[in-house]
């Protein structure tokens, strides 16, 4: 028996094998492609290392790719009947109870012994980042801040990945809302790590969330190779970097930055972003149809199966996007015959029902111009599109959507409720100001609609 570099104990591996796996932790803190490389090096030297084992499952069902799932699914049904469960140590079993229920599609219960062993062994780094990666998943932002937070009191600050922690706790905190603090515990994550990419991007989060985009900028910018390559989070950083240039108006910046980093995204998450920002373009009338199309390619084998209902909204935008509107059904019509099947304990059934099925369909309708339908599917779900996954700043461009339809659709009540929620939450938006025009503009208010333009053009200047 040996121990990890968190004091640890595990069995099943030599010292050749601990190195790797501790390697392959620090790896993912750090959301680096080296983690798969280091994950099977730990294998290669013990096969039937449990933990080893229990990562490798953990990295294949955390990409939301099926076929990654697949792959995993087979690899720990291989382990598990090679080795007797009963020898291994309580968190070692522990661990392989959530990884069964990740593999049956359960990310509640998966989430909830993750805690559970992360209660008994706080310093479990792998139970607290796989834990927080499944919050997100499910847009748990209480979770994703106190399952983290409650872990903290037992790390040093000499640990080399209290850091990663506090990046963490950081993201935790703007998901659930405390900006100051967030921002506080995000730079000091990055302080201790200048490479902490989760860590940048929880600042960066906290500073969308707070309209603060010539502050996100300009930290970016400063930050440049810290986040810019040599991870598998580079392009999503990319992306927010693309959304700070909108809100400052620059669609070509954002543009340019498409077609250098976004446009040859290979993985759902990377496909995701693309799509994401295309969508926001065309939201504000700036249509994109080459580049639709390409993205809108990429996407049938991904969402070939029901998997994650996040995936899902952004393989709809691409077949809207690029004219693809009977793809768009199609893919549709699978998910309406998904929810009917009885799949007891499976978390995307449900996401798909609650959020993902009104979202895609009010997707589709917004691509028809049936922009009233939008405000009747989207309205009432508002407040839980956090069930089906992504963060704030992900799910803003459903709240967009229904933003832009009830301007369009002349759904007055609804759109001065919209624009007022948005502007008193980040006045600083230029966004923000200029949908209050627009609205004054539907109103038929000249003055109010010019002095919001007025002040949109102020903030933008302001930067």
Request: with cysteine; hydrophobic share 45%; glycine share 8%.
């Amino acid at each position: 028996m040996t121990n990890d570099q968190h004091g640890l104990a595990m069995t099943g591996a030599s010292a050749a094998a601990i190195r790797h796996y501790d390697r392959a932790i620090d790896e993912l803190l750090h959301f680096r492609v080296e983690v798969d490389a280091e994950a099977n090096a730990a294998l290669a030297e013990s096969p039937d290392f449990p933990m080893g084992n229990v990562l490798a499952a953990y990295l294949g069902l955390l990409t939301t790719e099926v076929e990654d799932a697949r792959t995993a699914r087979a690899r720990f049904g291989a382990f598990r009947r090679r080795i007797d469960e009963s020898s291994l140590l309580p968190r070692e079993r522990a661990h392989l109870t959530a990884v069964r229920a990740l593999l049956d599609g359960d990310f509640l219960t998966c989430g909830r012994l993750l805690g559970e062993i992360a209660l008994a062994h706080p310093r479990d780094a792998l139970a607290l980042a796989a834990g927080h990666q499944i919050d997100f998943f499910t847009g748990d932002a209480r979770s994703l801040r106190d399952r983290i937070g409650g872990a903290l009191s037992a790390w040093c600050e000499d640990d080399p990945h209290f850091g990663h922690l506090l990046g963490m706790y950081a993201f935790g905190l703007e998901e659930a809302g405390h900006y100051d603090r967030s921002e506080e515990v995000g730079l000091r994550a990055v302080e201790l790590n200048a490479r902490d990419v989760w860590g940048i991007h929880a600042v960066v989060h906290t500073y969308e969330m707070q309209g603060r985009f010539g502050d996100g900028l300009r930290y970016l910018d400063a930050r440049l190779p810290d986040w810019s390559s040599g991870t598998f989070f580079n392009i999503h950083t990319w992306w927010h970097y693309c959304l700070y240039a909108l809100e400052a108006g620059d669609v070509p910046r954002a543009l340019a930055i498409y077609d250098s980093v976004l446009a040859d995204g290979q993985s759902c998450m990377e496909l995701l972003d693309a799509a994401a920002l295309l969508w926001r373009l065309h939201l504000e009338g700036w249509e994109q149809h080459e580049r639709w199309r390409a993205l809108a390619d990429a996407w049938p084998l991904r969402v070939a199966e029901p998997f994650y209902a996040f995936n899902d909204m952004h393989a709809v935008m691409s077949y809207v996007g690029a004219g693809r509107v009977g793809d768009a059904e199609k893919l549709i019509a699978s998910r309406e015959a998904y929810v009917l099947a009885p799949l007891p304990g499976v978390t995307n059934q449900d996401m798909t029902l609650r959020v993902g099925l009104p979202v895609c369909r009010a997707i589709v309708a917004f691509g028809r111009g049936d922009y009233a339908s939008v405000v009747d599917l989207l309205y009432q779900i508002r407040h839980r599109i956090n069930e089906f996954g992504g963060s704030h700043a992900q799910r803003d461009a459903v709240q967009k959507t229904l933003l832009e339809a009830a301007l369009r659709a002349g759904a007055r009540e609804v759109a001065r409720v919209l624009v007022s929620e948005r502007i008193n939450v980040r006045p600083c938006s230029p966004y923000n100001w200029l949908k209050q025009a627009a609205l004054a503009d539907v109103l038929g208010d000249r003055a109010a609609a010019a002095a919001a333009r007025l002040r949109a053009g102020e903030l933008v200047r302001a930067v």
